[in-house]
């Protein structure tokens, strides 16, 4: 693994799980104090500065870290598990979602929907090749196609992360099926 990679796996550890394992605190929306973040970086990496901070947070595939435009704070965008309130807004879903899974999760998810498990909400995409990509991080991948539309008028609510991930709370089992 890249070193970039390495410290972007560091990074959403404390910034979405475990902040205390860096010493650091998060406000209630989640931001913490780049200085800290910086002083947490450099126990291992021993000189560690804002450029390359930057540099690491440009770099991320997903796009998981935001700056405040003063750049004195960072956060995860999503996939918390401690609490924190992203203060996202809801937001008309496209029709169709997807949700990639491995194969040994489809019959219970069949039977009792998608749950969030250890995170705030559900995650989904909008196209089924990055649902398939998450679905293979842990075995062969099963895509379920999640009928959006019916859930909105189910009353449904969504959300969309500053960088294109879905959530809602659960998804019930009539709303989803597997992708032929
Ligand atoms: C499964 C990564 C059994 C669910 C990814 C998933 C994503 C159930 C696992 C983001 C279930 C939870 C989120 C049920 C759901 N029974 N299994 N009823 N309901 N599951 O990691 O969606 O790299 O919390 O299918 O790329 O895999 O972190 O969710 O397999 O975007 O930025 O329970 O995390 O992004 O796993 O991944 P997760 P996820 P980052």
Excluded: C
Aim: glycine content about 6%.
């Amino acid at each position: 693994m890249s070193d970039s990679a390495h410290i972007s796996k560091t990074l959403s550890f404390w910034l979405r799980h475990r902040p205390d394992a860096a010493g650091i605190e998060l406000d209630a929306q989640g931001w913490a104090s780049t200085d800290d973040i910086l002083r947490a970086l450099g126990k291992d990496h021993s000189t560690f500065d804002l450029d390359q901070l930057l540099d690491v947070v440009e770099a991320n595939d997903k796009r998981r870290f935001e700056l405040s435009a003063d750049l004195d704070r960072i956060r995860a965008r999503q996939g918390h598990s401690v609490e924190v309130d992203l203060e996202l807004q809801p937001s008309p879903p496209p029709a169709v979602l997807y949700h990639g899974t491995p194969e040994r999760f489809v019959d219970t998810i069949s039977a009792e929907g998608l749950r969030r498990m250890a995170r705030h909400h559900v995650h989904l995409s909008s196209d089924a090749l990055t649902a398939r990509k998450v679905g293979a991080r842990r075995g062969r991948p099963v895509v379920l196609v999640i009928d959006a539309a019916s859930m909105v008028d189910a009353g449904h609510t969504f959300y969309v992360t500053s960088n294109g991930v879905w959530l809602t709370e659960s998804v019930p089992p009539r709303f989803l099926r597997v992708a032929s």
